[in-house]
């Protein structure tokens, strides 16, 4: 009897044992499309007439900046998935023609430390690349990020962070998207846009994984392409986590910080050198202080002196404390890797 009720432990250990790699291998496997690109949303050519015409300057004055997002538990446990994609980039692009009184920028302007600076001239790139992206939420509240045009062969695609297009964890797309670049204290000297294609990763959409939190837009040529008009930043994917890069965003709050317009209504900017969170972490770290509002804002790198750079993050999140203040001055990037990549390549042909 003895021997027989051994003989059982032994087969149900087995048993055991191999659920547990059937659960380890299909965990894997779900992981290994993490960095893949959702299943996009499409807006109509009537959609976008409607947008444009849903989106006042009362509605814009009302919306709030998008929450920033913490990591899932689910997120959390699961281990990166490693960048298996060759390297990819693209230069940035002059706007056609150049605005009437624009300016040079002089360049990347030195900050004292990582407080975030009021950018100064608007006009001009990169002020006129960057701007806010006003969306719907799936409660029906209004919204707000910050996004970036990217050199891309639609010459309109705006680059923005995963949590400004869906709310993550199967939470649903946002909708209503928006463009308003260059805007200052709620001018849009440019006029808007009305999107025509957003996606995010599957890692962000199903899981709310923070590693994966990008995104990007397509829009309608409205009042002219975007790249055509306002110029484009490039992009460098899958070239790693350090860089000097300079940080822009519409902040409403930040690190320490209470002199931030309260509706997010001025472009700012933090200066500094990115990082590997750690080796087994490919999130990437930048000492800056912008909080809400600065979401989805590039991250560029080689910032030229007529304001073309190349955007390798932009902002997804920081720690915070119970209060949900930010507490402490790093600000962090998803790692523009693999998943930075598949959302390019699939929203940039639309």
């Known amino acids: 009897m003895a021997r027989i009720t051994k003989v059982l432990a032994i087969a149900g250990a087995a048993v055991s044992l191999a ?9 894997q496997a779900a992981d290994k499309s993490a960095p893949q690109a959702a299943t996009g949303i499409v807006n109509s050519s009537a959609g976008a007439r409607s947008t444009s015409t849903y989106w006042t300057k009362a509605r814009m004055a009302a919306a709030t900046p998008e929450p920033v997002p913490q990591m899932s538990a689910k997120a959390a446990a699961a281990p ?23 300016t040079a920028t002089g360049g990347v302007r030195p900050l004292v430390g990582s407080g975030a600076a009021l950018w100064t001239p608007h006009g001009s790139m990169p002020a006129t690349t960057v701007g806010k992206i006003y969306f719907t939420r799936t409660d029906g509240s209004g919204g707000y990020c910050t996004g970036s045009v990217i050199t ?33 204290n709620g001018s849009a000297p440019w006029g808007s846009w009305s999107w025509k294609y957003a996606n995010t990763t599957v890692g962000w959409q199903n899981s709310g994984d923070l590693h994966y939190d990008v995104a990007a837009i397509a829009f309608y040529p409205a009042n002219g392409n975007l790249q055509s008009t306002l110029g484009a930043q490039g992009y460098r994917f899958n070239y790693g986590q350090a860089f000097a890069v300079t940080d822009f965003g519409y902040p409403q709050d930040g690190y320490l910080r209470t002199d931030f317009p309260a509706n997010g209504s001025k472009l700012y900017y933090c200066s500094g050198t990115t990082y590997r969170k750690s080796s087994s972490n490919d999130l990437m770290g930048l000492s800056c202080d912008m909080h809400h509002g600065a979401s989805g804002g590039p991250w560029l790198t080689e910032l030229a002196s007529w304001g073309g750079g190349y955007i390798v993050g932009a902002y997804s999140h920081r720690d915070v404390n119970s209060s949900g203040a930010p507490s402490n001055i790093e600000a962090r990037s998803a790692n523009h890797g693999d998943g930075a990549i598949n959302v390019y390549n699939d929203v940039s042909v639309h």
């Open 152 to 184: 891309a062969s639609n010459l309109n695609t705006v680059w923005t962070a995963g949590h400004c297009v869906n709310a993550g964890s199967g939470g649903g797309w946002f909708s209503n998207f928006s463009f308003v670049p260059d805007t200052d």
């Open 80 to 102: 990166t998935v490693p960048d298996r994609l060759p390297a990819t980039a693209a230069a940035p692009a002059r706007p056609l023609t150049p605005a009437k009184g624009a």
């Open 19 to 27: 659920f547990a790699g059937l659960q380890a291998t299909t965990a």
